[in-house]
């Protein structure tokens, strides 16, 4: 069982991303072929393509954190000694953590109000909250994902090991 948690920590994300975006190119097929082939729509393919990408959009930043592929400017940091660079890359993190549940925080509330008054969407009928839960989500595992980094961050300056720098877009 401990294998099964293993692959899921370790692919997550990437299995969340690649359901919705195949969930919005499905839809959105289906609305062209029926928009310009049996020249009518439905209200609904549209708002399930958006809610899709949101969801996809908050999931994918927290994929980005793990792999640290976020855009970064490390010309400085490059040359430096591994506890130096250990030591900026824990700052940067404290920094993320605190700004990252700070955000999670204030996803909160509007939240709480989309489900006190039970909003719903206009296509779809569906309860509104279930997509503005997308951002708390999205925060919550972006914070996950930090601390794993800030630990393997602090073993790496405990054990003036090379820091782990992070998969680059275009070496995937």
């Known amino acids: 069982m401990s294998n ?5 920590e370790n692919n997550l994300e990437r299995w969340l991303c690649l359901a919705f975006y195949v969930m ?3 839809v959105l097929c289906i609305e062209v072929i029926q928009r310009f082939g049996l020249t009518f ?3 609904w393919g549209e708002e399930i393509a958006r809610y899709c990408f949101i969801y996809l959009a908050w999931i994918g930043a927290a994929y980005a954190v ?3 592929a976020h855009l970064r ?3 400085l940091v490059d040359g430096m000694p591994n506890r130096i ?3 900026i890359y824990i700052f940067g993190g404290l920094l993320a953590i605190g700004l990252a ?3 999670f925080y204030l996803s909160i509330h509007p939240l709480q109000i989309a489900m006190k008054y039970g909003s719903q969407t206009a296509g779809l009928r569906v309860p509104f909250w279930i997509f503005k839960l997308a951002i708390p989500i999205g925060f919550g595992l972006i914070v996950l994902r930090l601390i794993q980094a800030l630990v393997r961050d602090m073993q790496s300056f405990i054990n003036n090991e090379e820091v782990y720098e992070g998969v680059g877009v275009i070496d995937e």
Request: net charge positive; hydrophobic share 55%; charged share 25%.
């Open 4 to 8: 099964f948690f293993k692959t899921l």
């Open 41 to 43: 729509s439905t209200i």
């Open 85 to 87: 660079k250990a030591a």
């Open 66 to 68: 793990k792999d640290r």
């Open 24 to 26: 919005i190119v499905m």
């Open 101 to 103: 549940c700070l955000a």
């Open 73 to 75: 400017i490390d010309i």
